[in-house]
Every structure is written in C-alpha cells, then in structure tokens.
C-alpha cells in the first residue's frame, strides 16, 4: 500500500493541526490517519493537548491552523452539528430532567422519524449497552458506571461514523473501570465504529486500543500498537509515561555498546551516536533476568540486593552492581521467583539485562 | 462519469448540512446581536444622554464643566452634598456592625428561631423605603405615640431620615453579611480549636478576616442606597436637603435638566466606586474559600447562644415592630386619638385622583416587568454563557448587564427622562407610558437578575450543548428542553425579585409616570405630600401585602410544583 493509498483510506486525516490558548501553544503542527473501523486512543499527561485534539476534530475549540478531513470531506471550517460524530464527555453530560430512553433518543426526535420507529431504536440501544428496562429511570437513579453506558447509547443512537470518547471512564470507581473498558471494547469492535478515545491513563490505552498516539506538549511523540509503544518506545517522554522505566546515564563505547559507570552494557540497536556521546540507557524494571542467569549472558553482572519493596505480585528490588561506581538499578522480581530463589536484603546474585531489552536515547531528553 | 455519480451526492449532503449548520450560527449572532442592541437602548444610551446633558446648558449647547462649577457656587447644592454624605456615613455606621452582628447569630450560633428572625429582619425589602419612615412618623412625629422620647427634638430631619434609612437597608447588609459569615471554612475553626485557641483570639484572627470583604461590600452597598435613595427624604426629610431631594426638584419642580444631570452624576461617584470594591472584594471572598472547604457546624454554647438570641429578638422585633405599627396606623380612624379600627383611609379616591388605580397600575408594571424581564434577561444570559459564537459580542452585552448594579434607580431615571423626553428620539411617544416604566424597571434591577441566571446557568454541564451539536440538535431545542427546565428555580427566583423591586420602587419611576399611569409608590409620596399619612401607610401596606404574597406563593410553589414536576431532582 502506497502512502496516497493510505491517505485514501483513512477515515480521519489531520493535517498540521494547531492551536493557541493565548501564550500557550496547545497543538503544534499535528498529523494524523485513522483508519475505518480503528479504535485510537490519545493518551498523554495532563494539558498534552489530546483533549485540544479531540475537541479540534469535533468542532468544538476549532483550530487556529491545519484542516479535518472526516469521511473524505474537508470539515475544518465547519460547526459541530455538520460533522459526523457522537461524543461522550467525563461528566456524561446526561440531561438530569429527561429519561434515560429521553438521553438517548435526544438525537432522533430531531429526524423526523415515526414514534414507533424512535421507541425500537431507543430500547435496541438500551439492550446493546446492557441497560434493558431502564428507559423510564432519571438519570439520578442511575450508577457512574450505568450512567457512562446510558451517555454511550446517546452518542451511538443516530449512528455516527465518529465515536469520540473524552475520558469517559475516569470517573468510575477502579473496578467497574475495567469491566467497563471490556464492554466498550467488545462493543466498538461489534459495531465497527471508528472510535478516538482520550485518557492519561497508560494501562486503559494499552488494554484498549488498536493504535496509540502519545502526546506530550501539544505535539505527538509517537504513533504505534499498544506493544509497539510499550516495547520499542522511540522518545525518551514515551519510555519514561508507558510502565515504569530506568534511566541510566551512559556513554557510548561502540556501535552497540555504552558504558555505566565501570559496567559495560551491549545494546540490540545501534545507538547512532559517535563513541563518547552522553546518552541515557533505559531499561524497564521487568526485564531484569533473575532467574536461570547463564553464564555466557550477554550483560550479565553481579549486585547486591538492596532496599525490598512489596508491591503484590511483585517485589521491586533495587540493585547495587558489585563494581565500584555503577549506579543503583530497579528490578522486578515476581512472586514466584523470590520465593524460589529466597531473595533477601544483602544477598549478592547474578542478574543480567537482555540486550533487546535495553534502549538508548539522547541525553538532552529526560 | 463515475466520478460524478459518487461525488454528487456526497456534495449534496454536505451542502444540506451547511445550510443547516449556518442557519444555527445565524440565529445565534442574531439573537446576541438584538440582546446587545436592547441593552444599548435601555441602559447605554440614557446613561450616554445623562452625561451629555451634564456638559450642555439648558439650550443644548456644549458649555464643558460649566454646570459643574455652578453647583460648586451654589451654597445650597453644596449643603445637600454635605447632607447627603453625613446622613449616609451615619446610617451606615448604625446598620453594619447590627447587622454583622445579627448575621453572627443567625450564622454561627445554636440560638432557637433563627429562621423566624432571617425573615423578620428581610420584611423592609417588601416595602417601599418611604414606608420605614412613615412609620417613625406615627411613633416618634409630631402626632407620635412616642413623641416624648424624641426630647424636644425634631423627628424631621437628619435624625428622622437616618432611623427610617437604617431600616430600610438592614436586610440588605443582613443578606451580604449573612452569605460572607456563611462562606468560611470549617476546617479552620477546627484547627483553631484542636490548638487551644481562646473564642477571642478565633473571632479577630479568623472569623473577622473572613468575613472583612462582606463588611466592605455591605458598607458600600449600605451607603449607595441611602445617599440615592429618595422615598425616606422625601416623606420624613423636612427643609433638610440631600442630594435626591435636590435632583427631583431640579429636574420636575424647576425643569433645569443639565443641573439635575450634574447631581445624577455626583449620585454616581459612590455606586460606582461600590461597584469596583465589591468586583474586588468578589474575587478575594472566592479565592480565600478553596472548593475543598467544609461548613462550620456551630456547637451548643448556652451564654453566647442566649445572649445572641436577646440582641436579635431586640432588633428583630424593632424592624417587626416599626412596620407593624405603619400597618395599624393604616387602619386606625384618627391617630393618635381616635384609635379604632376603620377601613376609611384604604378609599384611596377620597384623598388622591387616581384612587385604587395606581395599585392596579403598579400590578399592571410588576407583572409586565416579570414576565418581560425574566425572560429577557434568562435568554440573555443564556445566550451570553452557553453559546461560544461571537465572544466580543457576548463579552460587551455581560458588560452592559452589570451596568445597571453601578447605576442607583433616581440616575437611571434621570437619564430615561433625558433620553425617551427628548424632542429628536422617536421614541419619546413611550414617555409617560407604562412600557417606558417596565423597560426602566427591568434596566434598573437588569444586573442581580442577570448574576442570578449567570450563576445558575454555570451550575449546569457545560457540554450540554456540545452533546446536542454532535446529535445534531440546534442550541434552542436544547434551551426550551433542557437548559430552562433546569433552570426552573432560578428563573422564578428572578421574576419574583423583579416582581417584588418594581412593586416597591419609587425612584426611578418617579421621573416617568404619566398622568394615567402613576403607580401606587408615587402614590404615597403625593398622599405623604397631601398630608394624608394614613392613606399613605395603607397603600404601603397594600403593595407590602402583595409583594409579601408573592414571595410566600413563590415559596409554596418551590416546595409544591417542584416537588412533583421536578421528580427527576430526587434521587
């Protein structure tokens, strides 16, 4: 597939986005493809701009610059009610005087259709959120998280071909969160719906998403699957938001090596850098070998165990290496194997840190 | 050919969905622009002609400050302004530290009651200003039950006018300090106490502090309405001159209008600068309270508990009492010698032309500025809050709508008579009528109506009408299905303000009136000026008994209707 091929095919396609508050740049110069039937998430900390972006795309805070192609058509000059989009906001933003089957056939009132015809669609949504027989209910009655599917029913009543999604799910308690983040999935993927959803919360997007845009400062770092943006992050801003990460200051020694401290790392990927280049070395807390450390292991090394912190299925461990002047380093130890192996405070151990496993970024980057 | 075939129509959707979508932002920027115009016509323009009129001789030539420094010479001008600040500089130092302290009981102690007592103390808000002094007239007048009391002295004057005005404008202190006592944070009075602090050292150190920006706002807000308030003067004031006196006899009695602009304006330096302290003390009052503030639950205390119960019962009944006895006078044959009861002084026609007509008149007024000011101003604020199209528009029409709070009603009416008077204003056929009587009317209390729907239009999702743009809904739809429903409380919260400000207003009418429409207000001061007091206290008690009506429908209303229509209030 070409890329104008791409470009074809997209159901979204934003093209250098941007927008001020003010002094404050919220969006610099954004692009972006979202494919038919896609569920993107944009997740980033707060004031990163992905709600600035959602907003842009509905309509709601145009841009200042950059057009919106929504289906093929050029909507960045146009108000909201012209584009094609259902939304469900933090809030829920439920009118508290109608109905529930009121909510959701707010939108169908307005076309004209027979009452009968209305009522169908209306208890058809309410099944397919798994609220039946709770059409004559005030939205006050409801729970959050019967709340969240009723405002879901709304935005999908008049079969948009957007599904925006402004952390719908942030207001939940943390467990009907992750029930409901299983229906929604299930749900988009039934109904094909192209769907952007914001969140800041990594574990949600991970678990959700076909695609994932990271953002950070109104610009995006970096657009990938959920295992893409976990397992090769190309910035150091997404190794440092996706899971937990280490950052070690390093030197480049070699195409595929950088030196910590006194310990020697060999990295998978050539860093690209001149030999004596600061840079940073990261490494994920898990990836850390342990267990069944062979003795050819490439970056193997000896530590001390440090401070123990439980954290339930795992212990994260920090490392002091036996060599002299190497920086201290987290690592996770699960359940298991510490109580195979009886990992205690100040046993000494081999570990080491698989190449493919290790990333390098540039040192001006945090 | 193909080509054509999939685009066309594509095309022809999207053109039907612009018609649409434009036809909803035309609507929008339409309906903010008549919002904008109707505000520049009914407060802007006459405020405009005051001030020009100010710099113009009686001719309309410009003459600069010429006006302004004939009243400097004139010594009786000057003697009304030294008055007028006395007079309000002196109530206000009677009426603040009471009410501050009555807003303490009703705020911060156990004391039994209190909900008696909040309404005892609002009763002046349901009468007209003039009605506190007529009723110091049959206690301490000359014909007083009390006049002995009075020890030689003379009730009409400074002493008379400075009594009936502290009446008059305690409610409103009480409300301002009452919402200040009630805005502080629990959490504080909690550490306080955890850490031994004496009841003293908590009242200078913490509730005083809290609670400084309400006194500053109530001490102005006390002065402006005294300073331009011109009922009490009028009735109780005898040969002493103030300031609104002043500009009534200029402007009808001796048709100078520059001259009555010049003391317009003077009347405008206080309201103005009580305008910007409470925008200050405003902001201060809200950034002091964060939203994570818990309420003060006051703990049994007997001492303070009981000695707060006298001074409130003491004041309380004294506000009760003063009106009461207006009330009796009304229906007494010959006070004081003849007291029994007659129902001869409520035939108003017998002592005024216009008889029971200006009370049908005033109905007439305070329905019309209901009805037409609550919905105007519930639209406008809507409008001006929840749509995002043109935000320099919306941003000018909040600015005209707080005009009106830095404006006192006798300059407001001064620059209607200039403005809907003048020879080159088509509209001046409205003068005299009651249509120009209710748009002053809504102009003049347009600002408190207009913060109320503000306040309860920003309670509301603010993505409402972002779900009804992406359903494709237009913005009124959601307004007359959502928004005002909503919105319910606040919206007869605001016709019943308007309702019961234009059954008792007199100062800005007073310019306004016409021959068939003098309303019942006017009337008592032509009773007053007739020398029949006990018709005057008797058409006061009339419009005190509607507008207390109409408060106590309002509040079965609340609790009735809204019990049932608004269901969906219930959890």
């Known amino acids: ?366 | 050919m193909s080509e054509l075939a999939t685009s066309a129509p594509a095309t022809a959707s999207a053109m039907r969905f612009r018609r649409a979508g434009l036809g909803e932002a035309q609507v929008a920027g339409a309906l903010i622009a008549v919002v904008c115009l109707v505000l520049i016509l009914i407060i802007a323009l006459p405020l405009w002609t005051l001030l020009s009129k100010s710099v113009q001789n009686v001719d309309g030539q410009f003459v600069g400050l010429a006006n302004f420094a004939a009243y400097a010479r004139s010594p009786t001008l000057v003697a009304s302004l030294v008055n007028s600040v006395m007079v309000a500089g002196l109530a206000t130092a009677i009426v603040i530290p009471l009410a501050f302290v009555y807003a303490y009981a009703l705020t911060r102690s156990r004391m039994p009651l209190k909900g008696l007592f909040a309404a005892a103390a609002l009763l002046p808000i349901f009468a007209p200003s003039l009605m506190a002094a007529l009723a110091l007239i049959y206690v301490f007048g000359n014909q007083g039950i009390l006049k002995s009391w009075m020890m030689g002295a003379s009730l009409y004057g400074p002493i008379g006018i400075v009594v009936a005005e502290a009446l008059y404008s305690f409610p409103h202190a009480l409300l301002i300090l009452t919402t200040a006592l009630s805005l502080s944070d629990g959490r504080l009075r909690e550490a306080a106490d955890a850490l031994g602090t004496t009841r003293r050292r908590i009242f200078w150190s913490i509730t005083l502090p809290g609670a400084r920006y309400g006194l500053v706002s109530a001490a102005f807000v006390v002065f402006t309405l005294v300073i331009t308030d011109f009922g009490v003067p009028k009735v109780i004031g005898g040969q002493f001159d103030v300031l609104a006196t002043d500009a009534y006899r200029q402007v009808v009695g001796q048709q100078n209008f520059p001259m009555g602009a010049v003391v317009g304006l003077v009347l405008l330096i206080p309201a103005v600068a009580a305008f910007f302290v409470d925008r200050r003390a405003q902001k201060r009052q809200t950034a002091l309270l964060s939203a994570r503030a818990t309420p003060y639950f006051p703990k049994r205390d007997r001492q303070r508990d009981w000695s707060l119960f006298a001074f409130v019962a003491l004041v309380g009944t004294a506000i009760v009492a003063t009106y009461g006895v207006a009330v009796w006078g009304s229906f007494v044959r010959y006070w004081p010698y003849n007291l029994s009861l007659t129902l001869n002084n409520y035939d108003f026609a017998s002592v005024e032309p216009t008889g029971w007509e200006g009370y049908v008149n005033s109905l007439k007024l305070a329905g019309l500025t209901a009805v037409i000011g609550t919905a105007f101003v519930f639209v406008g604020a809507y409008l001006i809050e929840k749509l995002t199209v043109f935000p320099r528009l919306r941003g000018f029409a909040h600015f005209l709508a707080m005009l009106p709070m830095a404006v006192p009603g006798l300059v407001l009416g001064l620059g209607y008579v200039f403005f809907f008077n003048a020879s080159w204003n088509p509209l001046n056929v409205l003068y005299g009528t009651l249509v120009v009587m209710v748009i002053n009317t809504v102009a003049h209390y347009y600002t408190v109506a207009h913060i109320t729907a503000l306040t309860s239009l920003k309670q509301i999702d603010r993505e409402f009408e972002a779900v009804s743009a992406s359903l494709k809904v237009p913005f009124w739809r959601t307004f007359s299905r959502v928004t005002a429903p909503i919105c319910m409380p606040a919206i007869l919260d605001i016709a019943v303000y308007l309702f019961v400000n234009a059954m008792t207003t007199v100062s800005a009418v007073i310019f306004l009136y016409g021959s068939s429409t003098k309303l019942a207000s006017i009337a008592i001061v032509h009773m007053d000026e007739a020398g029949a007091v006990a018709s005057a206290a008797a058409m006061g008690t009339v419009i005190m008994a509607t507008a207390i009506g109409v408060k106590l429908l309002h509040v079965a209303l609340n609790a009735l209707v809204f019990g049932r229509l608004q269901r969906w209030r219930v959890r």
């Open chain 1, 1 to 366: 597939m070409t890329v104008a091929d791409t470009i074809a095919s997209s159901f979204l396609r934003v093209r250098g986005l941007g927008k001020s508050f003010g002094a404050f740049q919220a969006l610099k110069d954004v692009d972006l493809d979202v494919a038919r039937g896609e569920f993107v998430c944009f997740l980033g900390p707060s004031g990163c701009g992905k709600t600035t972006l959602l907003r842009a795309i509905a309509g709601l805070d145009p841009q200042d610059q950059g057009t919106i192609h929504i289906g093929g058509r050029d909507v960045s000059k146009a108000p909201p009610s012209e584009r094609d989009f259902g939304i469900v906001f933090q809030s829920y933003a439920l009118f508290p005087n109608l109905t529930v089957a009121k909510n959701v056939g707010y939108g169908l009132v307005n076309r004209a259709r027979p009452r009968r015809e209305i009522d169908a669609r209306v208890a058809e949504l309410l099944a397919l959120v798994g609220l039946p027989e709770q059409g004559t209910k005030f939205p006050g009655q409801l729970s959050g998280g019967q709340q969240q599917r009723v405002a879901l029913a709304r935005a999908l009543a008049t079969s948009p071909g957007l599904l925006l999604l402004d952390e719908p799910l942030s207001a939940l308690d943390a467990k009907v969160r992750v029930r409901l983040r299983d229906e929604m999935r299930a749900l988009q993927q039934r109904l094909g719906v192209t769907t952007i959803m914001v969140t800041h919360d990594q574990e949600e997007a991970l678990a959700m998403a076909d695609r994932i845009v990271v953002m950070n400062h109104g610009v995006i770092e970096q657009v990938g699957t959920p295992e893409e943006i976990y397992r090769r992050p190309e910035t150091a801003f997404v190794a440092d938001f996706v899971g937990h990460m280490t950052f070690l200051d390093a030197v480049v020694t070699g195409p595929r090596s950088v030196k910590v401290g006194a310990l020697d790392f060999i990295v998978a990927e050539d860093a690209g850098a001149e030999v004596g280049t600061p840079v940073k070395l990261a490494l994920r807390p898990e990836a850390v070998q342990t267990r069944g450390v062979a003795a050819d292991a490439p970056n193997r090394f000896d530590a001390r165990v440090g401070d123990l912190a439980f954290l339930g299925a795992f212990c994260r461990a920090q490392l002091a290496p036996i060599e002299p002047g190497a920086p201290i380093i987290a690592a996770d130890i699960s359940a298991n194997a510490m109580r195979d192996l009886g990992v205690a405070t100040g046993d000494v151990r081999s570990v080491a840190f698989p190449p493919e496993a290790l990333r390098v970024f540039a040192a001006a980057a945090s």
